[in-house]
């Protein structure tokens, strides 16, 4: 987890899982885990310098320098400063027409004129995660009486104070063993005090020794990787609360100055192995430097380093000082800010969380979820595993889809094809053209009223197309034709029905439907299956007005029975849906580019998490289609849960959605109300001022995420309060997986640990294990309900390509009550409820038997309770005799109907010629005229019959006419047929 050091003690700062945390390679832990030699403190004093007491060259006075803006939340803060009329120092020297001498720094003219004081500075850190817990100072300038300008005067008051870090920091305890050896326990930090104080108490000693007009230098051994990012991201970087003490313009590395120029210090002058701190001072001073990575030590160490001869006359070097503010590049802050988004901390009333600091919530007994009837089982109702007893898949699909519901779509479907009436209207395509086919529009006239000159009905009844009969039975056996073509072809069901009753060798043999009806019976009910009374519909804008009338009767009926087959238990989900449909009739089309389906009918659906059972939907009509609707998260989550029955006795249960319903709205609204339980994504902002009920964690920009490891994630909570002031929790997570994912949950309060993924990568093999948080454990296992559904659905289809929108609406609705129905029978297979062979649906391409199992069952269900070999046939069955079958399994084998049937398919023969007048006729006897046969010439047969010799001679000079006998189908010249074509006498005899 990260935290930022400049916040007020007792702030609500936690932090996260520490095997999540991003490694400390970038310098701003390791660059303070240098192997330092062993000295005492005492010993770092050295004829280089001395400490004596300096007072102030100028009065005591004081007036407040204020901070920056506050920033995160935090309070701000003043320090004092001990000059009436303090004024900034600015960076620019005091006399612009001075030039520097080539070679010189930036600080020449006020290190000749006395102005500059030394600021030995350091600090220690208990980890990238943890903040700094120790600063320490100390002041020294040139001794101005020395004309060389070698010795210095030290000022004796030193500044060393402790930091007490916020509350739930993690401290990355073995880099802290390995350098300074404080942890959270030492009495050091438990006597600490917040950064904020301890940087307020550093300015006023700066206040307190440095004059106004004077300018500081501060010198910081490996600074510009460690102490000065550290002092960067709290003083200089944008919004951050604190600010750098005016005095300090410049900035001194004595590494750098060491490594830069030939000093008597450099590796090829003192042979030095190493540029250590510890060994450098050793070199100076020739004591060794105890208690090394004590912040303190090391600043006196620094002192003597940088007051040695060997070091003082570098310092004014050109490329020794620079300007505090021209440390870092602008790529260099920008990188630093990237790594200050994931360190931003929460904001009240939120609190962060850390592994291992004990917060956890378990909701009560009160909340826990007891179902129904007492039981939290999910599964199929009593009513319905009674059924499976029977082992029948055709009752257990009329519990779902009733008789009532057969009966109302035959009979709106005779209605919509015999007895409606309508008239041709003409119709404009885009271009504003009239197109060749008009469409059929209905009227419908009063008693007494005449009809227009141009009225029919949809469906015309002539010589060759018979009125059918449209019964339950029928669309019953309908239904399971295309239930069977969805399982053979993978949902293409409009190839599948040209394949199965094609006759070509490229056809599909499917007697059993062929058996059941013809291709026109078929087609017919494709064409005029209606499901609504089309002079009940309401005109758009009139009251009562229904975007889904052609269509509300038949999902009323089925879900009301839907509703009633399985118990949901205690997890659900919900989700949007997509029905394939790319025409223009309907204006609430949507195109969500992520889904399988992109363009089509959008569906809000619930469904059991862990079946995918559809326990309801509703469809999205638009935003304004019903006057009055709100189509809000809230509102659509709160219609899906009431409106299905999900909202009696649900106490306890859990919701999972994703991010477009995902709010903090939403998380009170479901518990505050009903007593559920929340899990869900969201997509967060990057609004830096957060409310309240915001989220705690913003948006990371790209250059942020990059900076930290997959793997890595935060979390907060919040304590909220419901009407009654009943207590519960809600969480925030946010995790780096191959992008970033954020989780509002209030199930599973607490800091999380122990949980891993395995994810791919790009250029390994194998799969990786990245840490991740309970609740991407929890949502990853049952929020993919709605899409497990639409998978099944997908592969096995019933829809049937058509214009019509509300024909697509039914087939989706179809293929969820195939579904749920194949789930209860997998749930009867393994309770060992119902006859043994139903367990060949557990085994491998069992959906796609049982697919096929409950059309051809239906069908003959459809045939046994209409016909049953008994009197005439329903017109809409075959009447002729049925094909050859050997399914053993169909109503035809059953009954032996298809028993000693000939295999061998009876060609009759078709005669077509052209007569002289180019009119066509049929027949299938031999004709009086000669006609063309269709094909390439050939010898005249009757010549070849009547000459003797060998079959050359036969051959010789025969003629080779294109006409002759169409039914004989033998070419014969014209002397031959003019003389008596000898065939037609013995077909004659």
Not at 521 to 526: D, E, G, H, M, W
Not at 831 to 843: M, Q, R, S
Request: with cysteine; aromatic share 10%.
């Amino acid at each position: 987890m990260f935290y930022l050091h400049d916040v007020a003690e007792g702030a609500n700062s936690t932090s996260a899982n520490a095997g999540n945390a991003p490694s400390d390679d970038e310098g701003v832990l390791d660059e303070d885990c240098w192997e330092f030699g062993s000295a005492a403190s005492s010993e770092l004093e050295d004829e280089g310098h001395r400490e004596t007491s300096s007072p102030r060259p100028h009065d005591d006075a004081s007036s407040p320098v204020e901070l920056a803006p506050p920033a995160f939340g935090l309070p701000s803060v003043v320090y004092a400063s001990d000059s009436e009329n303090f004024e900034p120092i600015t960076t620019a020297p005091a006399d612009e027409d001075k030039k520097i001498p080539s070679g010189k720094s930036i600080a020449h003219f006020d290190l000749q004129d006395g102005n500059i004081v030394f600021l030995s500075l350091d600090l220690e850190t208990g980890g990238e995660y943890c903040g700094i817990i120790q600063l320490s100072g100390q002041l020294f300038r040139q001794n101005m009486a020395d004309t060389h300008h070698k010795t210095y005067i030290t000022v004796e008051e030193t500044f060393n104070q402790y930091v007490r870090p916020p509350e739930g920091a993690f401290w990355n305890e073995e880099a802290c063993r390995l350098s300074h050896g404080l942890t959270s326990q030492s009495p050091q930090i438990q006597n600490g005090l917040p950064f904020i104080t301890v940087w307020t108490n550093f300015c006023e000693w700066i206040q307190r020794h440095v004059g106004p007009s004077e300018k500081c230098i501060l010198c910081a051994y490996r600074g510009e990787t460690c102490d000065m990012r550290w002092i960067w991201k709290h003083c200089l970087a944008p919004r951050s609360q604190l600010t750098i003490p005016p005095q300090i313009v410049y900035f001194m590395d004595p590494l750098e100055v060491i490594k830069g120029y030939k000093c008597p210090l450099h590796p090829d002058k003192s042979k030095l192995d190493s540029l250590e701190l510890g060994v450098v001072y050793q070199f100076v001073t020739g004591a060794n430097l105890n208690g090394a990575h004590d912040a303190l030590v090391d600043v006196k160490a620094q002192t003597s380093v940088i007051t040695s001869l060997q070091f003082c006359g570098y310092i004014d070097k050109k490329k020794s000082i620079r300007l505090v503010e021209e440390i870092f590049t602008a790529a260099e802050k920008r990188d630093m800010l990237k790594k200050m988004e994931t360190l931003r901390p929460v904001h009240k009333p939120w609190v962060e969380l850390v592994e291992g600091d004990g917060f956890s919530w378990t909701p009560p007994r009160t909340d826990r979820y007891t179902g129904v009837s007492g039981g939290a089982d999910w599964g199929p109702s009593s009513q319905m595993l009674q059924l499976a007893r029977g082992g029948d898949l055709p009752t257990l699909f009329l519990s779902i889809f009733t008789v009532d519901t057969l009966k109302e779509i035959a009979l709106r479907t005779t209605n919509y094809a015999y007895k409606d009436w309508v008239v041709p209207t003409a119709r404009l395509d885009r271009d504003g053209n009239t197109t060749k086919r008009p469409i059929m529009s209905a009227i419908f006239p009063r008693r007494g009223e005449s009809l227009p000159a141009n009225a029919r009905h949809r469906c015309l009844v002539t010589k060759d197309k018979k009125r059918y009969e449209v019964t339950e039975h029928f669309v019953l056996a309908w239904l399971g034709a295309i239930m069977t073509t969805g399982a053979f072809f993978n949902g293409d069901n409009n190839r599948g029905i040209d394949a199965i009753y094609s006759n070509a060798s490229y056809g599909v043999s499917l007697p059993y439907i062929q058996n059941t009806m013809p291709q026109k019976a078929f087609v017919f009910l494709r064409n005029y299956i209606h499901f609504s009374r089309t002079q009940e519909q309401k005109s758009t804008g009139q009251r009562g007005y229904d975007p889904l009338f052609k269509v509300r009767r038949i999902i009323n009926l089925l879900m009301e029975r839907i509703r009633t087959v399985w118990i949901a238990g205690d997890r659900v989900t919900i989700d949007e849906s997509m029905i394939r449909y790319m025409g223009r009739a309907i204006a609430f089309i949507q195109y969500m580019p992520r889904k399988p389906i992109k363009h089509g009918i959008k569906v809000f659906a619930v469904c059991c998490s862990y079946t995918g059972v559809l326990l309801g939907f509703e469809v999205y009509c638009g935003a304004s289609a019903v006057e009055g609707t709100d189509n809000s998260a809230v509102a659509v989550v709160d219609r899906l849960l009431k409106d299905n029955n999900l909202t009696s006795n649900c106490r306890g249960r859990i919701l999972y959605t994703d991010n477009w319903y995902t709010t903090m709205a939403l998380a009170h609204h479901l518990y505050n109300k009903y007593g559920y339980f929340f899990c869900g994504t969201m997509v967060p902002t990057d609004k830096k001022a957060r409310q309240d009920m915001d989220v705690p964690f913003l948006k990371l920009s790209n250059g942020a995420r990059d900076k930290v490891p997959r793997g890595w994630f935060r979390e907060a909570y919040v304590e909220v309060k419901t009407d009654t002031g009943k207590v519960f929790y809600i969480q925030s997570t946010t995790w780096k997986d191959r992008k970033n994912v954020h989780f509002l949950h209030t199930t599973d309060i607490g800091a999380s640990s122990g949980h891993f993924v395995q994810r791919s990568g790009r250029g390994q093999q194998g799969r990786a294990t990245f840490a991740a948080p309970n609740a991407q454990r929890d949502y990853a296992r049952h929020f993919n309900a709605v899409d497990r559904n639409d998978r099944d659905s997908a592969d096995y289809t019933t829809s049937l390509r058509t214009n019509r929108w509300y024909l697509r609406v039914f087939f989706w609705l179809l293929d969820r009550v195939v579904h749920q129905l194949y789930v209860i029978i997998i749930y009867c297979a393994r309770n060992a409820i119902g006859p043994p062979e139903w367990t060949d649906y557990l085994k491998k391409h069992g959906r796609r038997k049982f697919q096929i199992d409950l059309g051809r069952d239906l069908m003959s269900y459809a045939i046994r309770n209409s016909w049953n070999n008994i009197g005439a046939k329903p017109n809409w069955m075959r009447q002729t005799a049925p094909l050859p079958c050997e399914c053993d399994k169909c109503f035809f084998c059953l009954n032996s109907l298809t028993t000693g049937v000939d295999h061998t398919r009876q060609k009759r023969t078709v005669t077509h010629f052209v007569q002289h007048d180019r009119t066509r006729t049929k027949t299938v006897d031999c004709t009086d005229k000669r006609v063309n046969l269709g094909r390439s010439t050939s010898f005249c047969k009757q010549c070849y019959r009547e000459r003797t010799g060998t079959k050359e001679e036969k051959m010789l000079n025969i003629p080779w006419p294109a006409m002759g006998c169409p039914s004989c189908d033998e070419h014969i010249c014209k002397k031959c047929w003019d003389k008596g074509y000898d065939m037609h006498q013995k077909k004659k005899a």
